[in-house]
C-alpha cells in the first residue's frame, strides 16, 4: 500500500532496500553511505553486499525522507564526513509485505504516476528506465524508457544492447557543456570497461573479427544505436553521435543532465538473466 508521505521514488528505493536485505538473510548486515561527491547532484554512495549490480542513484534527500518518516534509524559514523550507517525498522518491512499497488492499476496508470510522482520532485522533463509491465511483445524486449514533460508520450521498448547504452549513461554524473548545454557523458574507457564486464558476464558478446578491439566494436554499437533512437521523434538528436573533451578523447554523450534521467529497475541484471 502507498505511504502518501513519500514520493514514488521515495517508495521505490524503501522497497529495494528491503530487498537488498532480505537477498542476504539469515546475515543481518547494515546499510552504510556516504556523500558522492564526484558530482553535483544529491547522491549518495550507498553500500551493502545485497545491493544488486545496476541499482540507480540514490539520492541524500530521499534516505533522510525515510529516517524522518520511520523507515530507517540512522547513526553518524564519527565525525561529519565519515558517512552514516543504517538499519531498516519493522515499518519497512511492514510496507513492503503490504500491497504496494491498488487492485486493478494497470501499465498505463503506472506510467500516469511515475510521470505525476517525477514531476512534483524532480525536473519536469526527463527520461526514465523503467520495466516492461504491459507484457513483453518480444523475447528480445528487456526494458522500456518513457518520459515527461518534453518527452511526455514516449513509450520506447528497448533491447540488450540499448539496455547497456541507456543504463550507463542513465547512471553518470559526468558532465560537459560543448554548446553550452548540459551533456551527460561516459568517457570511451570506462564505457569499454563496462562493455567487457558485460561480456564477462555473458550479458553481452564479443567475437572479434581480425585485428578488431572491443572499442572498435563499440563505436559500431554506438552508431546503431543512435541511429535506431533517433528514428523516435522526440528521442531525435537527445544521444550524441560524435563528441570528444578538451583533450580530444572520445565521449559518449546524452542532452540531459543527470538530474533529468532516473532508473526504475532495481535490478538490471535480473532482466538480462530472465
Known sequence: MSD???????EDLLRRLVEAYNRLQPDEEPFHYSTDYTGAADLA???????????????????????????????????????????????????????????????????????????STLPSSMLILDEIRDGRTHEKLLARIIGTGRFDGVDHKIGRRQLFFISVLFQSTRVERPEAEPVAVVTEEDLTRKFLEWVGSGFLTFNPGPGETPKDRLGKMWDGFVEQMNKGEKLKGVFVDKLTDGKGHKLFGLRLSPSETQILVHDISALLKG
Open 4 to 10: 502518501n508521505s513519500l514520493t514514488l521514488r521515495q
Open 45 to 119: 554512495i550507498l553500500q551493502h553486499r545485497g545491493r544488486p549490480e545496476g541499482w540507480s542513484d540514490v539520492y541524500m534527500g530521499d534516505l533522510e525522507a525515510l529516517d524522518e518518516e520511520g523507515y530507517i534509524r540512522r547513526r553518524l559514523l564519527g565525525r561529519p564526513g565519515c558517512g552514516w550507517r543504517f538499519e531498516l525498522k519493522r515499518k519497512a518491512f511492514d510496507y513492503y509485505e503490504s500491497p504496494q499497488r491498488p487492485p486493478g492499476e494497470d501499465s498505463k496508470t503506472r506510467s500516469s504516476s511515475i510521470a505525476e510522482s517525477v514531476e
